[in-house]
């Protein structure tokens, strides 16, 4: 496998963690000058445990949760294609006019990099454009979508969805941060994303470990976003389910973490629910979203 060279700025935040860490160390520990000489003598064993703690984090897991993973042959429906971003900008200002779209056009006109692995680029609106919380932004575009398919959509986790039983995946906040930094002042996020396929027959905690260093999991809210604008895309029991990696479910509201929510087709009707992350099915597949490499 080819290896690309580590660029000049990861070289200056790797040290620059190094540097914070051992400033860290000798607060938490305090050590005093006969402790820190101790250390310096043990200086090989010292800068071995270092090295050791660097290669375990460093490598990607490729093998972990390797039996969560089936064949698939599930897809996307006929019907389904990724739209212009004019064309999905137009369909969210139908439902929320004082979205301003402007950041969106933007990225339309200077055209967005699609990065490998990606679709096509996609509306989202911003989480907390809803009373500043993600958990009524996710409500939100639950109804949303109920309204869009005239009542028919079931949301199996109604009156379950506050931060107790809801959060966004660590990595998913931390990249759409990063797309947020690029993307100043918008109410419409412009995600490269994919909308499952990547990672069919994949349980969510086995896709979260095969994810590309730019990718992360797309949320029921971001997911939500695209199925508003792309309703095409589950029409059908046949048609690939879509987990949302990009968040966490608690279903008792415990703090016991372990699911996360899951769109999918069944008896004539879109609805949302929740599984466990370590559940592989070959009729449902991850959607994720990218930031340039």
């Not at 914070?20 to 000058?33: N, Q, R, Y």
Request: aromatic fraction near 10%; charge should be neutral.
């Amino acid at each position: 496998m080819n290896k690309t060279s580590i660029t000049s700025g990861q070289r200056k935040q790797y040290l620059r963690f190094v540097e914070d860490a051992a400033e860290k160390a000798l607060k938490e520990v305090g050590l005093d000058k006969d402790g820190l000489q101790k250390l310096i003598e043990n200086g090989d064993e010292f800068q071995a445990r270092i090295i050791a703690g660097i290669r375990k984090l460093s490598v990607s897991n490729q093998f972990a949760f390797a039996d969560e993973e089936v064949k698939s042959s599930y897809g996307y429906t006929a019907g389904y294609s990724p739209k212009k971003i004019g064309d999905q900008i137009d369909i969210l200002l139908t439902r929320w006019p004082t979205l301003n779209p402007d950041s969106a056009w933007k990225c339309a006109k200077s055209g967005l990099v699609i990065p490998q692995g990606a679709e096509a680029p996609f509306c989202i609106i911003r989480s907390d454009f809803f009373d500043n919380s993600y958990n009524v932004g996710v409500t939100e575009i639950l109804a949303a979508i109920k309204a869009q398919r005239k009542g028919k959509f079931h949301n199996c986790c109604k009156g379950k969805l506050g931060e107790q039983y809801l959060r966004q995946h660590e990595r998913t906040v931390k990249k759409l941060q990063v797309l947020g930094d690029q993307q100043k002042d918008y109410d419409i996020l412009v995600v490269p994303s994919q909308f499952g396929l990547c990672h069919r027959g994949r349980s969510v905690r086995r896709a979260r470990e095969v994810f590309t260093t730019n990718e992360f999991g797309l949320g029921a809210f971001e997911i939500g976003c695209m199925l508003l604008t792309h309703p095409e895309r589950l029409v059908s029991y046949d048609d690939l389910w879509i987990d949302c990696a990009g968040d966490e479910y608690a279903l008792l509201g415990d703090g016991v973490f372990l699911l996360a929510p899951f769109f999918f087709f069944r008896g004539g009707r879109v609805r949302f629910d929740s599984r466990w992350i370590g559940d592989a099915s070959s009729d449902c597949g991850s959607a994720s979203g990218f930031v340039e490499p």
